[in-house]
């Protein structure tokens, strides 16, 4: 992957409605895909990855991903946000076919829950 | 599960000063990784390893050492620390990708420095 693009570096969204974070990625291959999350002062931990099993992903905490070859788009949804998911969101690709796998990080969306 | 560790979690430097940071991961993982964070530039790549005894540069690897004597352990150095360092640093481990999600990142909980 030559580029991971996320398309909103903050979303906010009120307690209970759906949540949608849009990643695009720019590649010649299909890479692998990721999304992580980071809470205030902590590590990232792995949401949800893509293994080419399915093309919607299922992930912890509710998050699935669809995997879109033909719009290269990997967009994180949520039918239902809760507070506890406040945090910064990571969309990560991955391409074997790079020098040392390459990892190329997007640069993040901010998701605010309100109350 | 340890998976990823780093030490020290948070560190006050003057100017000028030097220290290590230390990864130590217990998954027999070939690639190890140094990121810092700093607002609004979500995580940047200082240097990376691929195999025990091998490294190499990243984005922003002026200012910073590393060394991987051992596969488990990676440790990052600074010099003659400067302000423009304060960051949070982040390692991160993983096997070689394979393609279809076989690459998946593991992170430590991060190291928090200051340069006065």
């Known amino acids: 992957a030559q580029s991971v693009t996320q398309l909103d570096s903050h979303v906010s969204v009120s307690e209970g409605t759906p949540v949608l974070l849009r990643c695009n990625y720019s590649?010649?291959?299909?890479?692998?895909l990721f999304w992580y999350v980071q809470h205030p002062n902590k590590g990232l931990q792995l949401l949800l990855k893509?293994?080419?099993?399915?093309?919607l992903v299922k992930g912890i905490n509710g998050f699935e991903a669809e995997f879109k070859k033909s719009e290269t788009s990997f967009h994180l949804t949520k039918p239902s946000a809760h507070m506890s998911d406040a945090a910064e969101y990571f969309c990560?690709?991955?391409?074997?076919?790079?020098?040392?796998?390459?990892?190329?990080f997007g640069k993040g969306t901010r998701l605010h829950i309100l109350p | 599960n340890a998976g990823v560790t780093q030490t020290p979690k948070f560190r006050v430097l003057k100017t000028g000063q030097s220290m290590t940071l230390l990864c130590a991961q217990d998954m027999n993982h070939e690639y190890m990784y140094w990121y810092r964070q700093d607002p609004g530039m979500g995580l940047r790549l200082i240097h990376y390893?691929?195999?025990?005894?091998?490294?190499a540069k990243g984005e922003v690897p002026d200012g910073y050492n590393v060394s991987r004597l051992k596969k488990q352990n990676f440790l990052l150095g600074l010099e003659s620390a400067a302000p423009s360092q304060t960051s949070v640093y982040f390692c991160?481990?993983?096997?070689?990708?394979?393609?279809?999600?076989?690459?998946?990142?593991?992170f430590g909980e991060g190291s928090r420095l200051t340069v006065l």
């Open positions: 893509y293994t080419s099993a399915a093309t």
């Open positions: 991160a481990s993983s096997q070689r990708d394979r393609g279809y999600g076989t690459g998946e990142l593991f």
């Open positions: 390893s691929v195999g025990e005894g091998t490294t």
């Open positions: 590649s010649s291959y299909s890479p692998s």
């Open positions: 990560v690709a991955r391409d074997p076919r790079e020098r040392d796998d390459k990892i190329i």
